[in-house]
Antibody, heavy 122, light 109 residues
Framework: EVQLVESGGGLVQPGRSLRLSCAAS????????MHWVRQAPGKGLEWVSG????????GYADSVKGRFTISRDNAKNSLYLQMNSLRAEDTALYYC???????????????WGQGTMVTVSS | DIQMTQSPSSLSASVGDRVTITCRAS??????LAWYQQKPGKAPKLLLY???RLESGVPSRFSGSGSGTDYTLTISSLQPEDFATYYC???????????FGGGTKVEIK
């Protein structure tokens, strides 16, 4: 079964850091680009960051650029999001998502995890 | 950055109705558009990609069309399980900055 399982969320104070992980199974992880998408409570979807199959192409939303770092370990079938200098507006459910068509960015997301909640509050 | 404007933001419809949701990009995106369905407490589900290609397992009452900057999701005959929020997404941008529309909530009339 194709599956993505996120972990690492929690309650964190403003200005602190958190690292999210996404464990992939059921597909050849290093064949696909991967992404992080977030959803603030009661709000819409916001793409956060994406990484190509070989980490050669990486992109970030303006709202997180310079604070968040995406990475992947193909040997461990895992995707990560290092989040630094967290703000209240980063509070959201963070989803890991798989590209449908392969290693390049430019495709839809066909598999999503169930998300991990990040709450930034003092 | 490419902005995606969805309309309407919400609509009320009855079972059996034909429903149309539109998405407009701030510049041409060459059919690099996906549609997702999200139900409360669940992750989004891919319905269509490349503007009009139906994802495997998705009922044929869902269809997509459009070109350039303007795209449409149509549900030909609304079913009870279709009440949800729908999002469009462009994946055209280079350098990559993928963006979602604001969502359309489809409610029961």
């Amino acid at each position: 079964e194709v599956q993505l399982v996120e972990s690492g969320g929690g309650l964190v104070q403003p200005g602190r850091s958190l690292r999210l992980s996404c464990a992939a199974s059921g597909f050849t992880f290093d064949d696909y680009a991967m992404h992080w998408v977030r959803q603030a409570p009661g709000k819409g979807l916001e793409w956060v960051s994406g990484i190509s199959w070989n980490s050669g192409s990486i992109g970030y939303a303006d709202s997180v650029k310079g604070r968040f770092t995406i990475s992947r370990d193909n040997a461990k079938n895992s995707l990560y999001l290092q989040m630094n200098s967290l703000r209240a507006e980063d509070t959201a459910l963070y989803y890991c998502a798989k590209n449908r068509g392969g290693g390049s960015y430019h495709d839809a997301f066909d598999i999503w995890g169930q998300g991990t909640m990040v709450t930034v509050s003092s | 950055d490419i902005q995606m404007t969805q309309s309407p933001s919400s609509l009320s419809a009855s079972v059996g109705d034909r429903v149309t949701i539109t998405c407009r990009a701030s510049q041409g995106i060459s059919n690099s558009l996906a549609w997702y369905q999200q139900k409360p407490g669940k992750a989004p589900k891919l319905l269509l990609y490349a503007a009009s290609r139906l994802e495997s397992g998705v009922p044929s009452r869902f269809s997509g069309s459009g070109s350039g900057t303007d795209y449409t999701l149509t549900i030909s005959s609304l079913q009870p399980e279709d009440f949800a929020t729908y999002y469009c997404q462009q994946y055209y941008s280079t350098p990559p900055k993928l963006t979602f529309g604001g969502g359309t909530k489809v409610e029961i009339k």
